[in-house]
């Protein structure tokens, strides 16, 4: 049993809690989430099984996809609705203000991470010193906000919006920032993922639709592992190096424009056969496996 499932993860649950539930669901070990989603929001989180664990650093790297709520007027520490309020203004915005705040922050922006999230600082996560009381100086990180799009205001005082955007970007902090940007306060009142790459939202299966299946239905659920690997470009080896390309072995290829040190989603007789490079050796082109998957 190996590959990804499109989970819709419901609120209040981990994403630990989530690979614990499809340890359970699926009678395996080896299972693992593809990046932390908050407990309070909902939305995408491919579960991997089995050896589709190998390709998880893959769907972490990938876009995603978030439909947030931004509710003005309030702070809190943890930059959502489950923490404590640290400021508040009645300050009133109108809605060209915040078109116009919401355009600042598209495109390359630097962020700096939460004390309620998972980044280690001298070994120790930072919401853990954050429950201590602990507040430490975090570096700004680059990240890149590709769309921002406002849905719907209401009251001008809650913001639906739609983005998309690199892997380690705090939806929380967006909203925070936002907030700021504004002259006044805001957090996150409500964050539902939509997409993670390849995997989307209305392709998903929540718990109520695994609750009724069997064993041999939910196996029927699951994606093959190149599905999270839509992005690499696929090549194609000769049937006859089958034995040698799982074994380690060099095997040539020709490839028109090659992307040396690039990877790629290799195949054989058409079936998925891992990840590998394309080198150059003595002017000819070879295919080096980094991870054989079969």
Known sequence: MNGIINFNKPKGMTSHDAVYYFRRLLKIKKVGHTGTLDPD??????????????????????????????????ETDTQDSSGQVLHTSSKKVNEDEIYVSFN??????????????????????LYELAREGKVVERKPRPVKIYELN????????????????????????????????????????????????????EDSFSMEDLQDLSLDEIRDLIMPMDMALDKLIRIDVDKGYLAKIINGALVPVTVIDPKYGNNYRVYCDSKFIGIGRIISKEDKQFIKMDKVLV
């Not at 972490?60 to 439909?67: R, V």
Request: hydrophobic share 30%; net charge positive.
């Open 41 to 74: 929001a909902t939305g995408v989180l491919p579960i991997c099984i089995g050896k589709g664990t190998r390709v998880s650093e893959y769907i972490l790297d990938a876009d995603k996809e978030y439909i947030g709520v931004l509710r003005l007027g309030t």
């Open 104 to 125: 600042k922050f598209k495109g390359d922006i630097l962020q700096v991470p939460p004390m309620y999230s998972a980044i280690k600082h001298k070994g120790k996560r």
């Open 150 to 201: 406002i849905l719907e205001i209401k009251g001008n005082r809650e913001i639906t919006f739609y983005t998309r955007c690199s892997r380690g970007t705090y939806i929380r902090t967006l909203c925070n920032d936002i907030g700021r940007d504004l002259g006044t306060y805001g957090h996150m009142s409500g964050l539902t993922r939509v997409g993670v790459g390849s995997f989307k939202l």
